[in-house]
């Protein structure tokens, strides 16, 4: 059960980690954030050295079992182009990174549960409203927001990076 996991984690005072094995990858096509953090998480649990662009593709070709790259260039038109689903995001994360057992929950971790899991090197991926982030990195009470609609990363405060979280995958 989520709730008992998370419970059992131990308590931190503060948060230190950088989270710079975590890429900040911007997304091909407009509705590729869920392709985005997917191959960014496997990235981060496997070590790829694939770019980010090419963990994407992957990501496509895990979820949709097609190619929706020609090499480098991505299509972002019809079924190749929508966005991912509960169940493929999932599916992707369980594929990409087999050695971590993912879990959801419907709701955001309280600030010590966040801290428990970062410190221990977990990223976190956020549900907003029709969008994915994740969050990769703590330090004096800030979290590294890592959103491939941004033009980089943002250190951002708890309530700030709690604000319209609605889903919770780590």
């Known amino acids: 059960d989520h709730e008992e996991y998370i419970n059992s984690l131990p308590a931190f005072n503060g948060c230190s980690w950088s989270g710079s094995a975590y890429p900040w990858c911007k997304q091909y096509c407009p509705m ?8 960014s998480m496997g990235h981060y ?16 070709i895990a979820a949709r079992h097609m190619t929706c790259c020609s090499g480098t260039r991505p299509n972002c038109q019809g079924t190749c182009g929508r966005a991912g689903s509960m169940s ?14 993912f879990r959801q929950s419907s709701s955001y971790p309280s600030q010590s549960q966040l801290d428990s899991l970062l410190s221990k090197g977990t990223p976190v991926a956020r549900l907003i409203n029709g969008h994915i ?6 330090r004096n009470g800030q979290y590294r927001l890592v959103d491939s609609c941004a033009s980089g990363d943002r250190w951002m405060s708890y309530s700030q990076i709690t604000r319209g979280w609605i889903k919770t995958i780590y």
Do not use: D, F, P
Request: aromatic share 6%.
């Open 32 to 39: 590729w954030c869920w392709a985005t953090v997917t191959g």
């Open 45 to 60: 649990y496997k070590g790829h050295t694939g770019s980010c662009i090419e963990n994407q593709c992957n990501a496509l």
């Open 88 to 101: 493929e995001i999932m599916s992707v994360l369980r594929s990409a990174a087999s050695k971590h057992s």
């Open 133 to 138: 982030t994740a969050v990769a990195g703590c």
